[in-house]
């Protein structure tokens, strides 16, 4: 991974690569930002003018490079546009955007430094997790490993001693490279990563970090009564299995349960989904990937709080073996599911792990899961859908994804569409229900294996969990770690004594 220093070196004595400016749009065109001081006087005043001349309106997404002037010992100055924000104030989403846009622009070269804004501790972990996530690149398939990202990103801030400057960038370390592992799991190929390979990942990676790891494998499941893990896993010939990850802090001021949906591959099963709509289906783990990584990021930050993390682990295939639409399944608790699409498979994993995590009565159980192609069609493949069975919840959900820079909307869970669920003739509950308002559907679906007074809440991040289109900001084409930043700033405000 892309290495991340802090110097308080002044910009025009660094030897990079590249120095790496804001400009920002102004009343009367472009606008240096903080940061570009030391780099404009190496022009002598007229960097603006030049940037102008070249292209730049400091747009969101804009990169134009320039040669560096003698005065600057970097080869290269870029310049990356910040978008509208006024003089002075810069939102941190823009910061974290723009110092992406960077990373990616430079991949290829050793090093780079950002000259951008970083007066504060938030900016500075802007800038530097921006970066990080930015610089990622998969190379795992490609012959010689593919496009090497930027070696090196030195961040340029007056405020490298003070002690919240440092957590600040710690914090951007740990957060980009938990992301940046989550976006490695959902990028390996479904045929290298099945639900064993990601419970041994879970395992070694727990180790490391001082985790307690428990892995029930296809017996412990049978055993267990797990018909939901084993009826989706059925089909394959890779078992399923529920992995815990248990994070406690001796000091916890609340105890938080995050389940994932960890399908690595979904087929649809019987229900064969057609083709173009199977071959990003190795993402269906993504929300399992996201709780794997907020739990190691919220032990390595040192949260006071208690977490424990569950991984609903299966591959969803059509075989000689595989549940059959029409199939009833008992599942972990005791309630009786009747299958009527295999592709509703999510909320079968989903169910057995809230009723398991249920079980150690958490305070809150937060759901992360790639579950509904209805909520796609909803919010668009950018923003991630939050439900809950209490309504501060899920406002502060939403709230904490819009201060980390991920993009939520509270969705309801109207009662009125849990009907057509139980009408199954002969189980407790159908898997499906009504067609329109799908995504609300299988929300409602969940919540029926929710117990008794416990706080839950449900993000379906079928849309932006793996982006097709072209790289914007630090978002690559693939996984791209939604949701892990909520679950962590989440566990933050747990840690800070706030309230579900
Ligand atoms: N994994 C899919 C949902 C999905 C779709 C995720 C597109 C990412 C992108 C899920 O298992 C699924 O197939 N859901 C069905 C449910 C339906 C059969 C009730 C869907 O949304 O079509
Ligand atoms: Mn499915
Ligand atoms: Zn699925």
Redesign the pocket.
């Known amino acids: 991974m892309t290495a991340l220093s802090v110097s308080t070196s002044s910009a025009a004595s660094l030897r990079a690569d590249a120095l790496v400016i804001g400009v920002a749009k102004g009343p009367k065109g472009i606008v240096l930002a903080p940061g570009a001081e030391a780099v404009s006087e190496a022009f002598e005043g007229k960097l603006a003018e030049i940037l102008s001349t070249l292209g730049a309106t400091g747009a969101e997404g804009e990169a134009v490079k320039v040669p560096s002037p003698a005065g600057l010992k970097a080869a290269l100055v870029l310049a990356v546009g910040l978008g509208d924000t006024a003089e002075g104030s810069y939102e941190l989403e823009a910061l974290r955007r723009a110092a992406g846009v960077a990373a990616r622009a430079l991949a290829g070269s050793k090093k780079a430094a950002l000259a951008l804004p970083a007066e504060s501790a938030e900016e500075t972990e802007a800038v530097a997790l921006g970066g990080l996530l930015g610089a990622y690149a998969f190379g795992t398939y490609k012959s010689g490993g593919g496009k090497e990202p930027v070696g090196e990103l030195i961040l340029l801030s007056t405020r490298k001693g003070s002690k919240d400057a440092k957590a600040a960038v710690e914090r951007a370390l740990v957060v980009g490279e938990e992301m940046n592992r989550a976006r490695d799991l959902v990028n390996t190929a479904p045929n290298d990563l099945n639900p064993k390979g990601f419970a041994a990942i879970a395992q070694a990676a727990g180790k490391e970090h001082g985790l307690k790891v428990e892995v029930l494998d296809e017996k412990a499941l049978l055993k267990g009564g797990f018909g939901g893990l084993l009826g989706v896993g059925n089909g394959s010939t890779n078992p399923p299995r529920l992995v815990k990850v248990a994070y406690t802090h001796p000091k916890a001021k609340a105890s938080l349960a995050f389940v994932g949906k960890g399908?690595t591959y979904?087929s649809?099963g019987i229900?064969l989904?057609p083709a173009g709509h199977n071959e990003?289906?190795k993402?269906?783990m993504a929300g399992a990937a996201a709780v794997f990584a907020a739990v190691v990021s919220a032990k390595r930050l040192g949260l006071a709080v208690n977490i424990t993390g569950w991984l609903a682990l299966a591959e969803n295939m059509p075989s000689g073996s595989a549940t059959r639409p029409g199939d009833v399944l008992r599942m972990y608790g005791g309630k009786t599911v009747e299958v009527l699409?295999t592709?509703?498979?999510?909320r079968l994993v989903l169910a057995d792990a809230i009723v398991r995590a249920g079980e150690e009565k958490p305070d809150v159980i937060v759901d992360v899961a790639?579950?509904?192609?209805?909520m796609?069609l909803a919010l668009g493949s950018r923003t991630f859908g939050v439900m809950a069975n209490n309504d501060e919840l899920r406002s502060i959900l939403h709230a904490a994804s819009g201060e980390v820079g991920e993009q939520s909307w509270p969705m309801p869970l109207p009662p009125e569409l849990r009907k057509g669920m139980t009408e199954s003739t002969i189980a407790d509950l159908a898997n499906?229900g009504e067609r329109m308002g799908?995504g609300l559907v299988?929300g409602l679906f969940l919540k029926e294996f929710v117990a008794e007074g416990i706080d839950w809440a449900h993000l379906d991040i079928?849309g932006p969990?793996?982006h097709e289109g072209a790289p914007f900001g630090y978002t690559p084409k693939g996984g791209t770690a939604t949701a892990v930043r909520t679950l962590v700033r989440f566990a933050e405000q747990k840690a800070a004594g706030g309230k579900a």
């Open positions: 399908i979904d649809g229900s989904k990003t289906m993402c269906d699409n592709d509703a498979e999510g790639t579950l509904t192609g209805a796609m499906m799908g299988a079928a969990a793996f």
